[in-house]
């Protein structure tokens, strides 16, 4: 088990008053990033780096999003304890954790199977009861019946607003996804009806993510 040291508290520290200078408002967001040890989710020879607002490269080519876009993501998403969240793309799992920290009961969904295997035994390994599934995050999670759920977050960016993943979002119920391709827009929908015209859609900027893949020839 790493360590969490003073210094890497001081570290966390001072990532938690750059997010709240770069305009997070959110309490519970501040809360939960101060008390999640994202060097817990990096190989050790990131330790140095890891409160810094940079993505970082993890397994299966894949990275963890920085600080700022994972409160940005999680302020939006207006998490209240107790709500069910589904994530898709688990990754390293460090969004899952802070989701728990902030009360809700969080299922996530990730295509590649060595980041399933790690992160579902990483998070276990540190207390988070997030419930991880090995499959096509842009299908949801269709066969099971744990939904509706009250938020949906997306943490690869989606050429689409996936239709399987509204129709389990409740009514009245949020998802934040980055949309488009090469470069993604920050979307909040708000799901006011089943119908299309009655989503609300918000945006808020520019973000790059790797891309949202479908279930063909999931990753090993």
């Known amino acids: 088990m790493k360590q969490d040291t003073y ?14 200078d770069s305009g997070i408002t959110d309490e519970n967001v501040l809360r939960a990033m101060g008390e999640v040890q994202r060097h817990w989710f990096l190989d050790s020879a990131l330790d140095t780096l890891a409160y810094e607002d940079r993505a970082l490269k993890i397994s299966c080519e894949q990275t963890i999003s920085r600080p700022s876009t994972v409160a940005m993501q999680s302020q939006l998403l207006n998490v209240q304890p107790g709500m069910k969240v589904l994530e898709i793309g688990t990754g390293s799992g460090y969004q899952a954790a802070v989701l728990c920290k902030m009360g809700a009961k969080v299922f996530s969904v990730e295509r590649q199977k060595g980041l399933f295997d790690h992160t579902r035994k990483l998070l276990d390994g540190l207390g988070y009861r997030v419930r991880c599934f090995l499959g096509d995050g842009y299908q949801g999670l269709t066969e099971m019946n744990y939904g509706p759920y009250d938020r949906i977050i997306v943490t690869c960016g989606a050429p689409e607003i996936p239709a399987p993943l509204m129709a389990q979002l409740k009514e009245g119920g949020i998802m934040v996804i980055p949309l488009g391709e090469e470069e993604q827009e920050m ?4 799901k006011n009806g089943s119908d299309k015209k009655d989503w609300k859609v918000e945006k808020f900027g520019t973000y790059s993510f790797v891309p949202m893949l479908d279930g063909r020839n999931m990753g090993r």
Do not use: P
Request: net charge positive; aromatic share 0%; glycine share 6%.
């Open 7 to 20: 210094k890497h508290k001081g570290l966390r520290q001072q990532m938690v008053e750059a997010l709240r």
């Open 187 to 190: 979307l909040r929908i708000t």
